[in-house]
């Protein structure tokens, strides 16, 4: 298959510079994902105060986790944490997690899930003002919430599909791999050649979710490129744009993981929240850690517009919003968008 | 008598004790009850263990003994009906059984008079009665074994060993002989001490001297490890064979392994006083880089146990690591035998294969030489043994750390784990589910079993030694260690250890701990200090009553203290309560602990800082440690940055969870 066009490098950092163009994107997400966190944080702090401020136990607790503090709070308040610890345990074991655990959940762990399914909306939300926002050479928090709106029906299906085929993904590709496995893989000569096959079948899943999200990603942008076309002819482009592409895309993706990977690897090195005050005083911890999620979330719209830049490299005139002989269509007149 | 006098007398009567029981510790070997001679082949095609042993057995009871019980461990695993499939659900050690059997047959039985006994062999089941299970059988003799008397069987036995999931078996190549032979139980007065194979019990036997002879294919040569020392050089034998002979006086079971992947190291520990002990490392070619850390291991054990308990009077100790898929087979104890439990990226900062290796070497004394009876308590081997393994970890290698298991891989958390109270924390999730003194096949589960067994026993020994002190507590063990040596202790001959060391009645402390299932739970309610007031009402002036206080009670100076300190648990230990004042003023207070609360007030004190119930952390039983204090003034920090952190993970997940689609 013939992918010509920019390299893949070129069009991340065209989006990159695309997404720094228009910090107010990354603000937006900034905001809708700390709103979101804070329905799991006020139990979390509450609980902390109510145990901590007026225990001795408090001044190591300062610079440092201690583990049998944490771990005392972990049993005698099953109510807060839940099977959190045992479902992030289960997620990272070569055997995986099975969905039926999911009625299992308590405690935050429950929460977390409920709140995954709001993510999704807000995300096919944001999204769709994120992508339409991105095509605009002049637009505005204003723009982003209209694009937002305009898009989320058509992308909170695509959203569902997406989220529905990675859990399948997950599921028949690593989690029911690992079931049968288990006992071939003890049968194996040595721990090594085990782990090879836990990395082979890792490897497929993070494969499958590739293509998922670089099809449901295509899908997007071609959706909010060429609302000139019919909804099913834009899901095909979307899907064939993918298929035509898919170097290209993948290397888009590639260099999006890697600087997220390698932001967090510089942030675990770094570390600003051990050692105590010494280190890092509340004000500047707090600070640091939201310019880190904010710098996270440009270059996830780096992403996003790279994708875009990659799909749509020369957009014809007449299919931009802004474009010299085709009007931007009003969102009255394109009723297609919401089918 | 005075105190002065009273300790000396003590002291005294301890060093008596010590040199009398010392005595004891060095007659080596001990006087043989059950001694073996087998003869074996190893099929390692069909996987089976053909063997002949000689049995000679001494009836050390004042009663005859009209039958004899032998355990036939392997037949455990002959079918689901089994008393240990009943039990485990078919779980092993290391996840699910696979469908693979095993089973041990004899084939005959006959007296040193020639007489068949095999036509009176039956299967018993003392435990639960389940005429299914074939652990144990019985063979009536034509003539009782009078007391004192010494009788001789041959006994031609077949052994099918299953795949490696509850210790002994084989995956590939690789075999785990143990509780493979026909195995005499133990006889007391008040009759044969010979359990069920459980699916949480361990063994029970009598000393005595093994001399087995392993005929192996060629292609084991000089990779085959067993319980003692070679008696004599390999010898070759026709067919492509070649044969072991291992010798060992004064123990109490026999073990054997052989694989032809196995890279031998060997090396020597030598502590004056304690040992000069052969090492000899089986390990697999695919651990080689942890060679050095499984033989440090072995050295601090014996050189840690061996300190407290005296010395390891054998020539060799066998580390055996099993391979990948035949990890059930690993962290057990054999005489002079032990099999470790590593893994390929097993970290340095996490102390797992230095664990195992220092707690199954450590067994040499809680089991070897200190053989308890594990099936009915098995805390004095395995409780014990995890006390000292904690002692020893921390002496050879400070706090351990957290492991993170990414997909098989293993990662060391900066987190410390410290002995004993985090290493044994499991305890704390199942405090109230058992009595640990039970029976090991009564408890409600392995996770019940692991946690009383290993964990609280551990943590009541922690506590005892934090309030007899370290030094009388090593008295205590080496008391038990010398008067016990190569005999059958049982938890009441500790108990009168503790007494007879110290000189005082610790049976209280074990009646709450080890022979009670509550638990114990010291709690500062209550704290606060607020300026002191000058009383009101009508008092006392000139001799009539008159509105307002005296003057030199008017005007009060400091602050006024409260601390409420309850008891939540059921169970009470005596617990000091420490209030810490401004200006580092302290108030010590020892409390019996008896009473469901007690409460302190200081008037007009410095402001107090905090209060304290148990701050020496001396009872390392209490299931919430983060009641144990409570200051007056509020301290925020801790909890916002706590809080400052979670937003940002939160944050995080709520990103990652919106990435995928």
Not at chain 2, 291 to 309: D, H, I, P
């Amino acid at each position: 298959m013939r992918d010509r066009g920019p390299r893949a490098l070129t069009c991340f950092v065209r989006g990159l510079k695309l997404s720094l163009s228009k910090p107010y994107l990354a603000l937006a997400l900034w905001l809708i994902q700390l709103l979101m966190a804070a329905v799991l944080v006020l139990p979390i702090s509450n609980s902390l105060h109510a145990m901590l401020d007026h225990s001795p136990a408090a001044d190591k607790m300062v610079a440092n986790p201690d583990y049998g503090w944490w771990e005392t709070v972990r049993r005698t308040h099953p109510d807060l944490l839940g099977n959190f610890p045992e479902l992030a345990t289960g997620l990272l074991s070569p055997e995986g997690v099975k969905w039926s655990e999911l009625p299992n959940l308590r405690g935050i762990g429950a929460v977390a899930f409920s709140l995954a399914l709001l993510a999704t909306v807000l995300h096919a939300f944001a999204l769709g003002g994120m992508l339409g926002t991105l095509r605009e050479p002049s637009s505005s928090l204003v723009t982003f919430g209209r694009e937002g709106m305009r898009r989320m029906p058509a992308f909170l299906v695509f959203t569902f599909a997406a989220f529905g085929s990675a859990f399948a993904a997950y599921e028949w590709i690593y989690q029911r791999s690992g079931e049968e496995m288990r006992e071939r893989a003890h049968a194996l000569p040595t721990e090594p050649m085990a782990l090879a096959v836990t990395g082979i079948r890792l490897l497929a899943l993070v494969l499958a979710l590739a293509i998922i999200k670089l099809l449901a990603d295509s899908v997007r942008v071609v959706w909010v490129a060429r609302p000139d076309l019919p909804p099913v002819s834009r899901f095909f482009f979307g899907i064939g744009g993918a298929l035509s592409r898919p170097l290209r895309l993948f290397g888009i993706l590639g260099v999006y993981a890697v600087l997220t990977a390698g932001l967090y690897v510089i942030w675990l090195i770094l570390d600003p929240s051990a050692g105590g005050e010494a280190r890092f005083a509340l004000v500047p911890l707090i600070l640091s850690q939201q310019v880190f999620v904010f710098i996270r979330l440009l270059i996830k719209i780096g992403y996003y517009a790279g994708v875009s830049e990659a799909l749509t490299r020369t957009p014809p005139p007449e299919y931009a919003y802004s474009g010299a002989s085709a009007p931007p269509p009003r969102p009255d007149e394109v009723p297609l968008e919401n089918a | 008598m005075s105190a002065k006098a009273r300790a000396w007398a003590t002291g005294l009567l301890g060093l008596a004790l010590v040199s009398s029981s010392l005595a004891r510790a060095d007659e080596f070997p001990p006087p043989a009850v059950a001694s073996y001679q087998i003869t074996c082949k190893l099929d390692a095609e069909a996987k089976t263990v053909e063997g002949t042993e000689v049995l000679t057995w001494k009836n050390t009871t004042s009663h005859p003994a009209p039958t004899l019980r032998f355990h036939l461990y392997l037949n455990a695993f002959r079918n689901t009906l089994s008393t240990w499939w009943r039990e485990s659900g078919g779980v092993g050690r290391d996840g699910n059984m696979p469908d693979s059997w095993g089973s041990i047959e004899i084939r005959r039985m006959t007296a040193s008079d020639g007489a068949d006994l095999l036509p009176a062999l039956r299967y018993v089941a003392p435990d639960d009665g389940n005429p299914d299970d074939r652990t144990v059988a019985e063979v009536i003799l034509g003539k009782p074994v009078a007391p004192g008397e010494t009788i001789s069987l041959a006994i031609d036995f077949l052994s099918r060993l299953p795949r490696v999931s509850v210790r002994t078996g084989y995956k590939d190549d690789f075999f785990m002989v143990v509780q493979w032979f026909p195995k005499i139980g133990v006889l007391q007065d008040s009759g044969w001490n010979c359990h069920q194979f459980h699916a949480t019990s361990e063994f029970f036997a009598d000393f005595g001297k093994y001399d087995v002879s392993i005929d192996v294919p060629a292609r084991y040569r000089g990779k085959v490890g067993a319980t003692g020392s070679l008696a004599e050089k390999e010898r070759e034998l026709s067919g492509g064979r070649i044969l072991y002979r291992f010798q060992q006086d004064g123990v109490h079971d026999f073990a054997w392994t052989a694989d032809p992947g196995y890279q031998v190291i060997e090396d020597t520990f030598r502590e004056a006083g304690i040992g000069d002990v052969a090492l000899r490392l089986l390990l697999q070619p695919e651990h080689s880089a942890q060679a050095e850390r499984y033989l440090k291991a072995a050295k601090a054990s014996l050189s840690g146990y061996g300190r407290v308990l005296g010395p390891y009077p054998y020539p060799t100790l066998t580390i055996v690591d099993p391979p990948w898929g035949a990890r059930g087979a690993g962290g057990m104890e054999y005489p002079t035998l032990i099999t470790g439990g590593t893994s390929w990226s097993a970290p340095r900062a996490v102390h797992r294969p230095e664990s195992v290796t220092i707690h199954e070497a450590g067994h040499q004394f809680f089991y070897g030489l200190l053989a308890s009876n594990e099936f009915e308590e098995a805390w004095l081997d395995e409780g014990f043994n995890s006390y000292m393994t904690d002692r020893v970890l921390q002496a050879a290698y400070g706090p351990n750390h957290v492991e993170l298991d990414v997909f098989g891989l293993h990662f060391p958390l900066g987190i410390d784990i410290h002995y004993p109270l985090d290493a044994n924390r499991r305890y704390f999730e199942t405090a109230d589910w058992d009595l640990l003194a039970s029976p090991s096949w009564k408890f409600r589960n392995r996770k019940s079993y692991g946690a009383m067994i290993y964990s609280k026993t551990a943590l009541t020994l922690a506590t005892l030694e934090r309030l007899l002190g370290t030094s009388t507590m090593d008295r205590v063990l080496r008391l038990y260690a010398d008067r016990w040596r190569y005999r059958h202790p049982t938890t009441k001959d500790f108990v009168a250890c503790v007494r007879d060391a110290t000189g005082r009645d610790w049976g209280w402390f074990f009646d709450r701990t080890f022979y009670a299932s509550g638990v114990v739970d010291y709690a500062v309610e209550e704290a606060t200090s607020v300026p002191a007031k000058a009383p009101r009402g009508l008092f006392e002036k000139d001799g009539a009553l008159a509105a307002g206080p005296p003057a030199d009670k008017a005007r009060p100076k400091g602050y006024d203290t409260v601390v409420l300190v309850v008891r939540r648990g059921d169970v009470a230990l005596p617990v000091d309560v420490l209030l810490r004042f401004v200006g580092g003023r302290e108030h010590r207070v020892h409390w019996n602990g008896e009473a469901r609360w007690t409460r302190f007030r200081v008037s007009g004190g410095p402001r107090l800082l905090e209060a304290l119930v148990d701050p020496d952390e001396k009872i390392v039983l209490d299931v919430d440690r983060s009641n144990n204090g409570r200051r007056p003034e509020s301290d925020p920090r801790a909890a916002t940055r706590w809080t400052a952190r979670a937003v940002f993970w939160i944050q995080n997940m709520i990103d990652f969870l919106t990435v995928a689609w």
